[in-house]
């Protein structure tokens, strides 16, 4: 049995004093979803079921004219008039898993290319909020609470106001959902907001964000080398370990509102 991104399965369970149980567990559902441009299927990818439109966008709200859906597991972009389907070097082929990060992509130049750096030099944030942001995230993931096995992106504000919320399997996925649900409401470029992603912060997921124009990603997790030296082409402020009362900057510090009573709980890396 399914219920949105959720599925339950009868399991057997050894307890701490070695007794056994037969119980339902709740397991967070991986299926394929084909993504297609008309009539050609452009790729296949592994997500969590819901909110799929969102996961099929392209550069600019008015070249879509219509998204819906063919059945359960195949979604379909119907372009604007007098729109063609161009295909070029990041175009990924065949099936992409709901972690793979640069699966397909043939050249990590190309990505470099498409997306300018962030011009927003006003935007900061405080560290009282920047603090408040996990636990904010946290409370509104429910599918995790119940299966312990999905990720979760968050869009803030500067006060820290959950935006947009979205969970899946894959965490490249889940912000792709959150994007993409903020590209169809109209509301890109997101220049006045955070980006809170609840595993590790990768090349993709700061390239991701650069295309929507997010000036602060964090991560709970670890950054990649990879990550820290876009965000820091890219004008992007970027911090990983974000584990109350603790986190590192890892490029442009300056977005950070830092007093000094708190430098003490702060640890810096120079950027």
Known sequence: MK???VGSQKIIRRKRDGKLEYLPDDLTIEEPLEIRVGHRVLATTMRTPGHDE???VVRRREEIAKISTDGENTVVVDLAAGLKLKLNSIQRFGTISSS???CGKTSIEAIRQNFPAIRSTTFRIGIETLLSLPDRLRKQQ???????GIHAAGIFDANGGLKIVREDI????AVDKAIGRA???KL???DRHVLLVSGRASFEIMQKAL????PIVAAVSAPSTLAVDFAREGNQTLIGFLRPPSFNIYSHVERVILEVRQLSKVRTVKA
């Open 3 to 5: 219920e949105n991104g």
């Open 54 to 56: 969102e996961l099929a």
């Open 100 to 102: 793979c990060g640069l």
């Open 142 to 148: 429910g599918d995790f609470t119940r299966t312990g």
């Open 170 to 173: 894959g965490r490249h996925n």
């Open 183 to 185: 590209f169809l409401d």
């Open 188 to 190: 890109l470029p997101l």
């Open 211 to 214: 295309a929507a124009g997010i």
